[in-house]
């Protein structure tokens, strides 16, 4: 299990808690649009990120809008269908 397994927290987006890997992944190869302001509070979020992106990561992370709630809720529904079905 990795660390960034064992750390929660309450998800604004979702509206329940989450796992710290998950904000990690939310957007693919890249972290939730909100992971800065989320995770500030509890330890150097912004720090970790540039340590662990490239520069044209942290750029593309950076430049990203989010994408509208319809869009995002109809993706939250697909993966929890797909993930039902896998087990």
């Known amino acids: 299990m990795d ?25 693919g190869d890249l972290p939730c649009h909100r992971i800065i302001a989320c995770w500030q509070v509890y330890f150097p979020i912004e720090k970790y990120l540039k340590d662990r992106f490239t520069p044209q990561q ?19 529904i697909d993966e929890a269908q797909k993930n039902t079905e896998g087990q």
């Open 3 to 27: 660390a960034s397994d064992q750390l929660w927290i309450r998800c604004p987006r979702l509206g329940g808690e989450t796992v710290f890997s998950y904000c990690l992944r939310e957007a």
């Open 58 to 76: 942290w750029e593309e992370f950076q430049g990203r809008r989010p994408k509208e709630k319809l869009s995002s809720l109809l993706e939250l």
